[in-house]
């Protein structure tokens, strides 16, 4: 399963937590740039995570709006660790 990440410009542990929830391959995307909103989600994504906190406009309702056309789960977070614990 691949999982797409959009926000944050580090990962921290939580790459491996998803490694060990099953997802073998995690793309990341910072969100903060101007040209990830223009991005289109990978075919074989299972699943978008989204840090709030980390994230421009455009690029949240850009991928929100293309994970919804093709029903792929969107969970939204910060990326404190108390809200970590939701998503892995």
């Not at 990440?5 to 990341?28: C, P, Q, W, Y």
């Not at 406009?57 to 056309?69: C, D, G, L, P």
Request: a positive charge; hydrophobic letters at 40%.
């Amino acid at each position: 399963m691949r999982v797409l990440i959009v926000g944050a410009d580090r990962m921290g542990n939580i790459t491996s937590k998803l490694r060990e929830r099953g997802f073998e391959e995690i793309t990341h995307w910072c969100g903060r740039s101007k040209t990830f909103w223009k991005k289109s989600i990978p075919i074989d994504v299972a699943q978008v995570i989204i840090f709030c906190d980390f994230i421009d406009h455009n690029t949240m309702r850009n991928v929100r709006q293309q994970a919804k056309a093709n029903d792929i789960p969107i969970v939204y977070s910060k990326r404190a660790i108390s809200h970590q614990r939701l998503i892995v």
